[in-house]
């Protein structure tokens, strides 16, 4: 009986220290539930001014109005001239002056507040008016087709500056004196007002020449000038 109750109470012992100890590690034995951190990530920032998607568009002059980086430049110019350097010819033929047009066709580029660059090709037609001590007439007419670019600044009020180069013609009325062509230029600058996004106007000052032996033309241009943007 003795011996039945000190195995009974040795069990009870054992079964203590296992149970405390059991309790002690149980922590480490179990695996306790993952818990994901949270992390807070900003919002990426805003794209810059102008770029939607894969298309660049800029912002005029930052006001806020979106423009095209590039725009088709349709230009006219009419303008009265002024002959340099020209002789009085053998028969006495003197020049008096001069009109004339140009026809442009550019794309204007955008490149940034307040600046453009347009490349550009034209034709321009000068019609210079000639007599001798007779009163004979013997007009002159000159026709050069032209590539070349100008850079305008500005807002409303757009200064600008151009040139071009190219070849030219003139056709006169003396029998005594033969067709002729060779190398043409001009260059000037501009004043222009921009009212409105898609057309500007204003004045213009060149010099331009043809370089078509013996007698090589050459005016100082005065005149007004249309640009419509497309």
Do not use: C
């Not at 590690?25 to 951190?37: E, G, N, S, Y």
């Not at 490349?119 to 001590?133: M, Q």
């Amino acid at each position: 009986m003795k011996a039945q109750l000190n195995r009974s109470r040795l069990v009870v012992k054992v079964a203590t220290r296992f149970g405390l100890a059991l309790s002690t590690f149980a922590p480490l034995l179990v695996p306790t539930a993952a818990h994901a951190q949270q992390y807070y990530y900003p919002p990426p920032p805003p794209p810059p001014p102008g770029y939607y998607g894969y298309h660049h568009r800029g912002y005029e002059y930052g006001d806020g109005r979106e423009v095209e980086p590039h725009a088709l430049d349709l230009g006219l110019d009419l303008e009265g001239a002024a002959p340099l350097n020209m002789p009085t010819l053998p028969d006495g033929t003197r020049f008096q002056g001069g009109s004339g047009f140009k026809l442009r066709l550019g794309d204007q580029i955008y490149l940034g507040p307040g600046l453009r660059i347009t490349p550009e090709v034209a034709y321009a037609y000068e019609h210079l008016f000639a007599a001798d001590d007779y009163g004979n007439a013997y007009d002159w007419d000159t026709s050069r087709l032209l590539v070349g670019v100008r850079l305008g600044f500005g807002r409303f009020i757009s200064p600008s500056i151009y040139g071009h180069v190219g070849y030219g013609w003139r056709n006169t009325g003396d029998p005594t004196l033969s067709n002729a062509g060779g190398v043409a230029g001009d260059f000037g600058g501009a004043l222009d007002f921009r009212f409105w996004r898609h057309l500007q106007m204003g004045a213009h000052v060149e010099y331009a020449s043809i370089d078509a032996a013996p007698y090589a033309p050459s005016w100082v241009a005065l005149g007004f000038h249309l640009d419509v943007i497309l």
